[in-house]
């Protein structure tokens, strides 16, 4: 049977019989009686003991309602690391006199403050150029869309002080989700991860900064072929991954490093691996809208 914590007031009930059968003629259960307070007062200190010993018994394994400090320690324990926030990337194009010099570290700044660096020292050409930037904060505050106004902090001599993103800015990715970081260590001591089954395709999947569900379907494409999809709930806008985002978690499920092992591992060399985006399964007319629409369908 299941051990089940005992209220304070089942805990008072408790030390007031337990007194009373132990003092004959005492009374225990009189509001301004010594016997009283004393019992109430044990129940107390009992309510804390067991409030410690519910903690314990959720903190053994990393299931609903542990700590997370509980969730870092099994994590520690398989050698999964928790995902870090990752800085966006993007091109940023200015112009300017033919010659001028942009010089990498150069700071610019979007109209809601967030700040980016140049990558490398670029020289404009036929007055133009696409200078590579990266996000000075990490997370999904550095995205931002292509044509998003940019200005440079500190002016450079020929170069026009502001100018539109030539390619969006991605990649950037908050740090992962206690949550999402619990569910991972959760499947991990659930599932037989082995380098043939579909469980293991999940977890790659997962591995990936910015994932937070997948799904794989073995011999999608016939004896041989494995299918993965995933989805990024967190990330602004729709869950559906970008082509970009598909071509990480593909590059990644072909080869990465083993955080346990530092060796590099990935596909069995006998499949081949499909890596593609689902697509939202449109609602039926006339029926009431599903809170979470289904997000998985085969290609």
């Excluded at 550095?142 to 998003?148: C, I």
């Excluded at 902090?153 to 026009?160: A, C, I, L, N």
């Excluded at 869950?239 to 593909?250: L, Q, T, Y």
């Excluded at 092992?261 to 499909?274: D, F, L």
Aim: aromatic share 6%; charged share 25%; net charge negative.
């Amino acid at each position: 049977m299941a051990w089940e914590r005992p209220t304070i007031e089942q805990l008072i009930e408790e030390s007031v019989t337990d007194t009373e059968s132990r003092l004959e003629g005492g009374s225990a259960r009189l509001r301004r009686k010594t016997l009283n307070a004393v019992a109430a007062s044990r129940a107390g200190a009992l309510h804390g003991v067991h409030g410690r010993l519910e903690t314990m018994a959720k903190d053994m394994l990393p299931v609903k309602g542990c700590s997370f400090e509980t969730t870092l320690k099994w994590a520690g324990f398989f050698k999964m690391p928790r995902k870090l926030a990752t800085h966006a990337r993007a091109a940023w194009k200015c112009s300017g006199n033919n010659g001028a010099v942009v010089q990498a570290g150069q700071v610019l700044q979007r109209d809601d403050g967030v700040e980016y660096t140049t990558d490398e020292e670029v020289t404009l050409a036929d007055g133009t150029a696409s200078i590579p930037i990266t996000a000075v904060v990490s997370g999904a505050a550095g995205n931002a869309a292509e044509g998003r106004l940019l200005t440079l902090v500190t002016p450079v001599e020929g170069v026009q002080p502001t100018g539109n993103l030539s390619a969006a800015a991605t990649g950037g990715n908050d740090l992962e989700a206690e949550e999402d970081f619990h569910e991972r260590v959760s499947e991990r001591m659930a599932l037989q991860m082995t380098g043939s089954n579909d469980a293991i395709y999940v977890m790659w999947a997962k591995e990936v900064p910015g994932v937070t569900r997948a799904l794989c379907f073995p011999r999608i494409m016939g004896r041989g072929t494995v299918g993965v999809t995933f989805v990024c709930d967190r990330q602004e806008g729709s869950f559906i991954p970008s082509p970009e985002k598909v071509a990480e978690v593909d590059a990644y499920i072909e080869s990465h490093e083993d955080p346990a092992t530092g060796q590099m591992t990935g596909r069995s060399v006998t499949a081949e691996v499909w890596t593609f985006a689902p697509a939202e399964k449109p609602s039926t007319p006339g029926s009431p809208l599903r809170r979470t629409p289904r997000p998985f369908v085969r290609p």
